[in-house]
């Protein structure tokens, strides 16, 4: 059997992938001088190859200092992710925490061993926001994440997430790294490692959240752009919590000269997930085509030339209005994998969209999103039937190997079906439209499963409620007397 020393740089490269933790890198590179260069990139690639930056000076500053040292480690840089979140947290034991969410069943006896390192963690974080030097203006911020951005030439993905978190401690991700970078006087520096039951018994807040509005997308996005950036492949805005919507729809107008630089800084752009949020105070606008937020498919065809992944998410379901409206001039030709949660969706629209992208759509999801009354004044059943028709009939070029609908809506009580619509209903085809015996999988939430031929039972039944009423039959849902 060939030993680790041995291993051609190739494989040994291959064993570097599953070691996940930098300090296990450097005890590895410890054992002996042959293996201390065998795995020398790949333990720096896992210390700067992904980096988490807090908006606060000792973070914002360790990455212009990565950017700029001298050993070339910047080069190394593939992923960043920018954090609202404060790296500075209270602690309190779980059992003072019930009043918490889903605190009840996580009650711990708090181990003695961790009352001072809590504490410890308590005073630091008090410490830093009473501190003047601890905060930035929104300046200060860009021209640090200029500084950095302009000398990080090979990132490959970008994640900027909003709110904050709060939960039990063994949920929180905080590599020992990031402990001892923060909280220097608990010890944990490198050659120590963290114990795996740490804090456990401990709930994390983050009272000290770095809160922001609208403007927060323009401070940070502006850097990115002027920072000459152009091979990202990921680009993500994710809100955790949802106390914060930090990108609305109408941040999407732009000048031509703004779009530009989108244009530039995403030509080779893979994957895009986003959060987005309807202005309220664009309240009262009904669901049609000429509005204002008319200008996010420009945007999103603009640089979309080679997206195989696109997944938005409606920050604020409740109470919508607004329409989500895709591009249909030259749509998104390469993508391959499309997940919307909680729009509303304009019936022609979507299908013209579906019908640019068809060439290469494999994975479908739609989850919690309404079919309006569409143009032809169809009840919004009729319009996810009309949909799923669409997608059979075209379904020699539809290359779909998944698709998957969760319909929930409450508009409905009028027909024996409707009521589904307010627990869930479910569909999954797995296998391509083009299998002839692909089957699709109905859920209901209430009822049980069943698996059927979609395009025949769309063919059999064209009348809507016929087709509703004999899904939800076979599935179980509908008792005798909605169907005898």
Avoid at 113 to 130: K, V
Avoid at 419 to 436: H, R
Wanted: proline letters at 5%; glycine letters at 8%.
């Amino acid at each position: 059997m060939a030993s680790l020393c041995s291993l051609p740089l190739e494989l040994a490269h291959e064993v570097g992938r599953f070691i996940d933790d930098s300090d296990d890198f450097l005890a590895l590179r410890m054992t002996c001088r042959r293996l201390n260069t065998k795995f020398f990139d790949d333990h720096l690639d896992s210390l700067y190859g992904y980096r988490r930056v807090f908006l606060v000076p000792e973070s914002m500053e360790n990455l212009v200092k990565i950017s700029r040292h001298p050993s070339g480690v910047n080069s190394r840089v593939k992923e960043l992710l920018i954090s609202y979140s404060s790296p500075y947290f209270n602690l309190q034991p779980i059992d003072q925490a019930q009043d918490e969410p889903g605190m009840e069943e996580n009650s711990e006896v708090v181990d003695e061993r961790h009352f001072a390192i809590s504490e410890e963690i308590n005073h630091i974080s008090r410490e830093y926001e009473t501190a003047p030097r601890n905060r930035y203006t929104r300046g200060d911020e860009s021209i640090l994440l200029t500084l950095a951005w302009s000398n990080l030439p090979n990132i490959r993905s970008l994640q900027i997430h909003f709110g904050r978190f709060e939960g039990p401690m063994r949920y929180y991700q905080c590599s020992r790294a990031e402990i001892n970078y923060f909280f220097p006087s608990l010890g944990f520096a490198p050659g120590h490692r963290l114990p795996s039951d740490l804090l456990d018994g401990y709930y994390v807040s983050q009272p000290f959240f770095k809160g922001g509005d609208s403007g927060e997308w323009t401070s940070l996005v502006s850097p990115i752009l002027f920072s000459g950036l152009s091979n990202l492949q990921e680009f993500t805005v994710f809100n955790q919590g949802k106390e914060l919507s930090p990108l609305y729809m109408y941040q999407f107008q732009m000048g031509s000269q703004r779009q530009e630089l989108f244009v530039t800084l995403f030509k080779n752009l893979t994957f895009l997930k986003l959060t987005l949020l309807y202005n309220v105070n664009f309240g009262g606008v009904g669901p049609h085509l000429e509005h204002p937020y008319s200008k996010f498919p420009l945007w999103l065809e603009s640089i979309g030339g080679n997206l195989k992944s696109l997944d938005l998410d409606n920050d604020n379901e409740t109470g919508r209005q607004e329409v989500l409206i895709f591009p249909t001039v030259k749509g998104l030709p390469r993508l391959k994998s499309l997940t919307l949660l909680g729009f509303n969706l304009h019936l022609e629209n979507t299908i013209k969209f579906i019908a640019r992208c068809k060439d290469g759509l494999e994975d479908l999801t739609l989850i919690r999103c309404t079919l309006p009354e569409s143009s032809n004044w169809l009840p919004e059943s009729s319009s996810w039937t009309e949909l799923l028709r669409h997608i059979c009939e075209n379904g020699k070029n539809l290359k779909l190997d998944r698709f998957y609908l969760y319909i929930q809506s409450m508009k409905y009580d009028a027909q024996p079906w409707h009521p589904v619509f307010n627990g869930g209903l479910a569909l999954g085809v797995d296998g391509g439209w083009q299998e002839v015996d692909a089957l699709c999988k109905v859920h209901c939430e209430g009822g049980g499963e069943c698996y059927f031929d979609l395009k025949s039972h769309l063919n059999t039944h064209g009348d809507w409620d016929d087709f509703w009423v004999v899904l939800l039959d076979r599935s179980g849902y509908l008792s005798d007397e909605h169907h005898s």
